[in-house]
């Protein structure tokens, strides 16, 4: 298929054609001759431009009112086999509107788009929404046989017929087709070297050919991805891709509602209590035993304080055999404290450490004598699960250890709701640090001896550490 081309009308549109190809790389901005300056491919007539587009089979990215387009595209709407996906996108980002190509997978595309976009995607289509998979448009490797059967197929299946699935195909057991042995429709998935299906392909019957070259394999997988502290712009395109491949996602309700705008027909959501670390991890490394792909969601990155080690804690505990085979990655994100630091400047810009102060899974005794020993090694600090509501009094304990070693006047940065709506970041001195200043979306971060404010002009300062002594 082509690049998908950003169809954009005025100078104003050019931000969000930016967001736009953020989620599409690939994708191509086109602008109106007279009305853009700042882009490469322009055109003179929107009319003739869209329809050449569209005729070449070129996905088309509107930024612009959906009517328009439909009354450009509208005299060539012949074959829907052939259309390319067409979307209309608000100019403020505030809508993504899949209008043609359903068969060419418009509305995940619509999806990738209102993941950086931040919006929901006005999905329309009764069966993708319905039974979250379009029979239409089978994932890589299976082709259907019998295309001009599934208009009266689907209208019998949206009218409450069941169906009987012969072969196997991973995308429509685990999507919400009703299944079952006595359906009075039948899905038979026949592989590319066998010449013939057992049942004839007719309206009752969709037949899909599969080649297993091109299918993804089957083999369990278990990927620990961390999505970075909320925002979409924080998150690696590895962990995007990972979520939209994945059958399954296992994780704590709020960071899969985070990632809730990747997320694909064919994945199913498991939402568990933030406390079950352990339970969660068992459960990823059991579906994945069944030969799923499952993604584990963390916030910030997986393996600070989050459920990497949670997985291999479990593995080496139990080490149940189904899961040797399992392919387990982990996938790196943007961590709080990270993301924290390039907000005010550099405060991790020489030698740094991290403590939790949650003393659910460790002794105060440790936490205390680990922030004694980081401030004897003039670490600079970021504190992780500074307070809870449960938890009310170790910030305090912790600034008066530090208060012990550290002067008053050491630059300290307060970061809550990283790139989540709310987003705050304030920089004070050791000595104002007060238990309001934080709460279970807050990281700290405590500057070391060498930590400084610089001034960069009148309103804007910089805190960093020096590298050199
Ligand atoms: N894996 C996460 C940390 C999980 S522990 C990471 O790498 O960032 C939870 C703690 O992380 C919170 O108590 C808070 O201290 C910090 N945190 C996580 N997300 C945050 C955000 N968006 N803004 C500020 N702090 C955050």
């Known amino acids: 298929m082509n690049p998908p081309a950003i169809v954009i009308l005025g100078e104003a549109s050019i931000p969000i054609s930016r967001q736009i190809q953020a989620a599409l790389p690939e994708a191509l901005v086109y602008g109106l001759a007279d009305r853009v300056q700042s882009i490469v491919i322009t055109y003179d007539n929107f009319g003739e431009t869209v329809r050449e587009l569209f005729q070449a089979g070129t996905p088309i990215i509107g930024v612009c009112a959906a009517g328009i387009l439909i009354r450009t595209i509208a005299p060539l709407l012949s074959n829907k086999w052939q259309e390319p996906p067409v979307l209309a996108i608000a100019e403020d980002g505030s809508a993504v509107v899949p209008l043609l190509g359903g068969l060419q997978g418009v509305n995940d595309l619509a999806r990738q788009i209102a993941a950086v976009l931040q919006v929901a995607p006005a999905i329309t289509t009764t069966g993708d929404i319905r039974f979250r998979t379009t029979l239409l448009s089978p994932p890589p490797g ?43 429709l039948t899905i038979e998935i026949i592989h590319k070297s066998q010449s013939q299906p057992t049942s004839t392909p007719s309206q009752d019957c969709l037949v899909y050919e599969v080649d297993i070259d091109c299918v993804e394999p089957t083999q369990g997988k278990l990927a620990i991805v961390g999505t970075g502290p909320g925002s979409a712009v924080w998150m690696s395109p590895e962990v995007k891709q990972i979520l939209e491949s994945a059958t399954d ?14 997320r694909k027909t064919h994945t199913t959501r498991h939402e568990s209590d933030n406390r079950v670390e352990l339970d969660r991890a068992r459960f990823a490394l059991d579906l994945a035993a069944q030969k799923r792909t499952v993604a584990i969601v963390s916030s910030g990155d997986p393996g600070i304080y989050a459920m990497a080690a949670a997985v291999f804690e479990v593995l080496e505990r139990e080490a149940k055999p189904e899961w040797q085979e399992i392919e387990i990655q982990v ?9 924290a630091a390039a907000q005010v400047g550099a405060p991790l810009g020489h030698d740094f450490c991290a403590i939790s102060l949650s003393d659910i899974l460790k002794p105060w005794d440790v936490i205390a004598q680990r922030i004694k020993a980081a401030a004897q090694a003039d670490f600079a600090i970021a504190f992780y699960n500074p307070v809870s509501k449960q938890r009310t009094w170790q910030l305090e304990k912790a600034k008066a250890i530090l208060l012990e070693l550290r002067s008053p006047e050491t630059p300290v940065v307060l970061a809550r709701n990283l790139g989540r709506p709310g987003q705050t970041v304030t920089v004070k001195p050791l000595a104002q640090l007060a238990i309001e200043d934080a709460d279970m979306r807050t990281v700290i971060l405590i500057g070391s001896s060498k930590t400084r404010i610089v001034q960069q002009r009148p309103g804007k300062q910089w805190v960093y550490t020096p590298r050199h002594y």
């Open 142 to 184: 299976y082709t259907l046989v019998n295309p001009d059967d599934a208009k009266t197929f689907i209208a019998d299946l949206l009218a409450g017929a069941t169906v009987k699935l012969f072969g196997e195909a991973p995308w429509l057991e685990n999507s919400r087709l009703p299944i079952a042995e006595a359906g009075k």
């Open 249 to 262: 996602w296992v994780g704590y309700k709020t960071y899969l509602d985070l990632a809730e705008p990747l």
């Open 331 to 339: 996938c790196p994100g943007i961590s709080a404290m990270q993301a």
